[in-house]
């Protein structure tokens, strides 16, 4: 079996011709064909594409060109667009949905070399903490099958903890890149709002989506934001910013960086395994030379109910062009035009998005809309505000990425609301637009990883992915144990 760890390890192993990309592709598909099974990572996979671009990838290596991601296999949410593979967000609506484009984060990572091996699998329509809203399959955890991989980005998470993809793109709208990434026991960066191009990302929510990457260090997580970052003229909402390289960022001293823990995020109801590994990890935050500081968040407790009325009110507009005419699922017989989008859309989405439609047009609809939905937004920028007087004070914000470990399939499947408190230390990192990074710090008792989550001021990626790579340098997290 083939080391197929990090994309750095990948890279030197390919550079010196120990192995090919080929031959790295076959591995990544023979350690699927034995785990998929059990994991139910991957809604599709790509081999005829990662083959032919391995054999591209191997004539530019025999040629000397070799980037830092040329070869490297990765993983594809499956709300991400991909020309001519199915791109079906998990949902039976996009069942046989085939992209004339590719995102511009693919065509970025196709560029430089990377190796599509498929697109994973994920909560329908993103809206989920736990992959298990798939029209398709349940995704489990790899450290643990037992347990969720966290969501909605759990198939990319799985992948890339399972070995099963060398690293992984995700999306994240409330947490769903960091939470899977705490779960899972690998990083997950979720950029500043506009940092990376949305253009071919199936929306959820417009104002807080943001694609990002899943990989096991934080090396290789600035090396992929080398690729996918920067200025991108379909993205109306992506910022015009110069290009950085965040992997010439790691190593600078962060000898007296100021770090903020808030109050309001150590809080009953934070599992007493979780609180002690995060305390370890302030601990040894200031070993690097950090300075720790309490800081307040005061309106933090408004954030769940803050996010769920916008969400939910976005979501409501993006779906609406799902109606069963233009593409996606169209039931097969039906009497009238209304018939024929109720019927699509009540068969064509699953539950939890049907659940989160007619919320979110409730909050929309006239009467409402001033109690609900201007009320959130009016929330949202004090939630903002808060964040940028702590950032007067401190240079990062240290808290828990999530308050429990992963819990068990089916756990919370009947308790929606149980479910939404996963994200409660992620979403005011969306409302706000910020950056912020997961990190594995600990594991519990009984074998599940933990994480803490570093959150930077807007466009501040690199100095945050100093911090954490600083952390991850100078501590030693046991790695979660995975099959072979």
């Known amino acids: 079996m083939i080391n197929t760890d990090t994309i750095h390890g990948v890279h030197q192993a390919l550079k010196k011709k120990e192995v090919s990309a080929r031959e790295l ?22 081999p005829d594409m990662a083959f032919a671009q391995a054999d591209a990838a191997d004539r530019a290596i025999s040629s000397g060109d070799i980037g830092p991601l040329t070869g490297i296999p990765i993983a594809i949410k499956d709300n991400i667009c991909t020309r001519g593979v199915r791109t079906t967000c998990a949902s039976h609506i996009l069942s ?5 484009y590719d995102a ?57 903890s399972a070995g099963m993809a060398v690293a992984a793109l995700g999306s994240d709208t409330g947490g769903s890149i ?8 690998i990083v997950g960066l979720k950029p500043t709002y506009g940092r990376v191009s949305r253009y071919g990302l199936v929306a959820f929510a417009s104002s807080l989506d943001q694609i990002g990457p899943l990989c096991k260090n934080v090396t290789d997580t600035a090396t992929m934001m080398d690729i996918i970052s920067g200025h ?7 910022a015009k910013r110069p290009p950085e390289s965040y992997t010439s960022g790691l190593g600078a001293s962060i000898n007296g960086v100021r770090v903020g823990i808030p109050k309001e995020y150590f809080i009953e ?23 720790v500081k309490e800081v307040s968040l005061p309106h933090t407790p408004y954030t769940i109910s803050t996010y769920y009325v916008l969400a939910t009110a976005e979501a409501s507009s993006n779906l609406a062009r799902y109606d069963g005419v233009r593409y996606g699922y169209r039931v097969p017989l039906a009497n009238s035009l209304l018939e024929m989008y109720t019927k699509s859309r009540m068969i064509g989405f699953g539950p939890e998005v049907k659940r989160r439609i007619m919320l979110g047009t409730y909050v929309l609809s006239s009467g409402y809309y001033d109690a609900y939905y201007k009320k959130a937004q009016q929330m949202r920028t004090l939630i903002t505000q808060d964040f940028m007087d702590v950032f007067k004070q401190v240079d990062v914000v240290l808290t828990p990425t999530a308050p429990t470990t992963a819990f068990k399939i089916g756990e919370k499947s009947d308790n929606p609301l ?10 005011s990192v969306n409302l706000a637009g910020l950056p912020a990074i997961s990190i594995p710090c600990g594991m519990s008792k009984e074998g599940l990883p933990i994480g803490f989550q570093l959150i930077g001021r807007p466009f501040d990626e690199t100095h945050l992915l100093n911090i954490a790579y600083q952390y991850e340098k100078k501590t030693t997290v046991c790695s979660p144990t995975i099959k072979n």
Do not use: H, W
Not at 27 to 45: F, H, K, P, Q, V
Not at 96 to 100: E, Q, S, V
């Open 96 to 100: 046989d949905f085939l992209p004339p």
């Open 104 to 160: 511009t984060v693919v065509s970025l990572l196709t560029q430089a070399g990377a190796i599509c091996i498929g697109k994973t699998n994920m909560d329908e329509f993103a809206m989920g903490s736990s992959t298990e809203n798939s029209s398709y399959k349940i995704t489990r955890n790899p450290v643990n099958t037992a347990y969720v991989p966290g969501g909605s980005s759990g198939g990319s998470a799985a992948s890339v």
């Open 418 to 427: 149980q479910m939404y408190l996963s994200d409660i230390f992620t979403i």
């Open 232 to 238: 991108d003229t379909r993205d109306a909402t992506c």
């Open 269 to 291: 109801g934070i599992e007493g395994e979780v609180s002690a590994a995060v305390n370890g990890a302030i601990q040894d935050i200031k070993k690097t030379g950090c300075v």
């Open 25 to 46: 592709v076959a591995s990544i598909y023979e350690r699927i064909e034995r785990l998929e099974g059990d994991i139910g990572a991957y809604i599709t996979l790509t």
């Open 178 to 185: 960091r939470q899977p990434a705490s779960y899972c026991g």
